[in-house]
DNA sequence: TTGACGAGACACCAAATGGTGTCATATAAT
DNA sequence: ATTATATGACACCATTTGGTGTCTCGTCAA
């Protein structure tokens, strides 16, 4: 259904602190240009079209041409991969199974 | 309860492939010596001990020295952080709520 | 007590990262 | 027709990253 370019991982993707902003801010609006997300953070256009960019190689944002503007919009379905990997180390930290594992333990006594 | 030394990001810690598996293999043992670690990869030892200290920094990993070796568990804890963030943007790929959404935008009009 | 083993602490290096500024070009507005 | 805007495409740069090798020092075993 979805074809993955997949040039950069995802956990690559989100390291950055920016990056995750643009993701933040591509969820709160359908689409926007570059000039409106640029204006969001202190560095210049350049910085903030290459962050795009990798965000784009992950697959997690999109962008269509309207005039002369660039718009982005978020395509956050990639996050799944995180979203699994993550849930994978949840039972390390699980209040519940934290108590299972005692009762576990003090039932092998 | 816990305190966050919390140097290091942790999205920046999980970042890389080779702390990600660190991270796996840790998970599967109490407790693994460096040099046990380190023949589980083809890079030195210098180069897994340097992707330990960065996961020490995201506080995913703690060490104690037994001996002349140094153990390594984990500590998942940390990676709630990044459940949570993730959590936030499941409702964008749930078909459920596309389906939702839709719904919604039909009674608008 | 003499090695061998495990690891810390460097110094070092190439490549990637995250910024900058500038130039050219297409589009919109006056 | 002219000017301003939005962007892509570069070239450039400092710093970080992810690896290497070497030296030294505890610790365990013979």
Redesign the pocket.
Known sequence: MSEDHQL?DVF?AI?????RRLIHLLAEAEEI??????AQF?????????????LKEAGLVL?R???????FRLNASPLREIQDWVAFYSKFWSTNLLRLNQLLEEEEE
Chains 1, 2 share one sequence.
């Open positions: 950069r690559d390291a950055d602190p920016t990056r240009p570059l000039h409106e997300l640029t202190q560095m210049g256009r350049t910085a903030v079209s290459k962050h795009l960019t990798i962008d041409k309207v005039g002369r503007e660039t718009r």
